[in-house]
């Protein structure tokens, strides 16, 4: 539709990003119906799909790191967060992309489930918000050096980093108390994410949703290593730690040797409150793509936006097929010694 005049943004000729207004709402055109409000929030979060070819154009040369979330990104938000399935289109296109670009998923799901959704071998998974990294084994440099946890693989070529391992005794004690305490709330769901907890409130009719915050609130009193953080119809339960999905990244590009930020662009994908912590560390570095996926305008410290899913997979297919049209199109995964 995009019918919207200039009135609300006319002021200025040019975005953060220096991008020119007039060019950020051409480029969009055409593709998806946009109200008034979402116009303008486009303004300031250009489609990273529409500017896909300036981005790559001023990195030409730099090393591509592609870092995605699952739940709102690869998947649709669903009803039941058992069925949030990908899309066997959006699977090919993230193996095609991790042929190409060392690729990591950073939920918060467990590292497992996160893992049988994907269903990739070439990919690099981090559970638990970040709190469970499975990566290649190499020296790092930041970590918190208290209580993380490094584990060999069967080849010893991978390490498990465990930051929250200590917490997993008291994490298990708060399912069973929030198991006990909300099972008369109607629609609840906890989800066991290993290192921290979901408390779904999804289906839980808006009258009792109070009841159930100050429940698990009630519980968390008893518990003060811990705290609750917002996403989507769900309350999360996480240990007290410096360690966040911005730290996962940056443990990541350490651990994959590629933390020079001249170098190095990290394309950072996500939709949610927690990944937030991922594209402030990509504006820190000055350097990178912190792209939101959102259908509303809502407030973030990413550059670039995404509508949905579909238009996250419009992205990574056209990565892929930039990279391998481009010259010099060794595979990464191959330089990294990964494989599918
Ligand atoms: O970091 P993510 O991979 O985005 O995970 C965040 C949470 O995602 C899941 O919950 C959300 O998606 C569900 C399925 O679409 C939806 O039903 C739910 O309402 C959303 O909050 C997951 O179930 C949570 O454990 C993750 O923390």
């Known amino acids: 539709m995009l019918k919207k005049s200039l009135t609300g943004f006319q002021k200025s000729s040019s975005n953060k990003l220096g991008i020119p207004i007039s060019s950020v709402l051409s480029a969009s055109k055409g593709s998806i119906p946009i109200d008034e409000n979402y116009n303008s929030w486009l303004v300031e979060h250009p489609s990273a799909l529409s500017f896909f070819d300036q981005m790559m154009k001023e990195d030409r040369g730099k090393k591509i ?12 938000i669903v009803d039941d967060p058992d069925r949030a399935f990908m899309s066997d289109e959006m699977r090919a296109a993230v193996r095609e992309v991790a042929k190409y670009f060392p690729t990591a998923i950073i939920s918060g799901r467990s590292r497992d489930k996160v893992k049988e959704f994907v269903q990739l071998s070439n990919v690099y998974y981090a559970g638990s918000h970040g709190m ?3 990566a290649p084994l ?11 946890t490094k584990a060999h693989d069967k080849k010893g070529t991978e390490v498990v980093f465990q930051p929250a391992k200590n917490f997993l005794p008291a994490i298990q004690k708060i399912i069973t108390e929030l198991e006990e305490k909300t099972m008369k709330i109607k629609g609840v ?6 290192f921290c907890i979901s408390v779904h409130f999804r289906h839980v009719q808006e009258e009792d949703q109070e009841m159930l915050e100050e429940k698990v609130k009630s519980i968390l009193e008893h518990y003060p290593e811990f705290h609750l953080c917002w996403g ?3 309350m999360e339960i996480r240990p007290t730690i410096e360690w966040d999905k911005g730290h996962a990244l940056e443990y990541l590009l350490d651990t994959l040797g590629l933390s020079t930020p001249n170098n190095v662009i990290p394309v950072y994908i996500g939709d949610d409150r927690t990944d937030e912590d991922a594209f402030k560390v990509i504006q820190r570095r000055d350097q990178g793509y912190a792209i939101v996926v959102s259908n509303v305008p809502k407030d973030t410290k990413a550059s670039y936006s995404l509508y949905d899913p579909s238009e996250v ?11 391998k049209s481009s ?3 060794r595979p990464q995964a191959q330089i990294l010694g990964i494989g599918d």
């Open 189 to 194: 769901r906890i989800e066991d994410n290993r």
């Open 232 to 234: 989507k119809k769900v």
């Open 138 to 148: 190499r020296p790092v440099r930041s970590c918190d050096g208290k209580s993380h």
């Open 132 to 134: 469970d990294i499975k």
């Open 313 to 323: 997979l419009a992205f990574l297919l056209r990565l892929a097929i930039w990279r």
């Open 65 to 76: 790191v592609v870092f995605l979330d699952y739940d709102g990104t690869l998947s649709p």
């Open 327 to 329: 010259s010099s199109s």
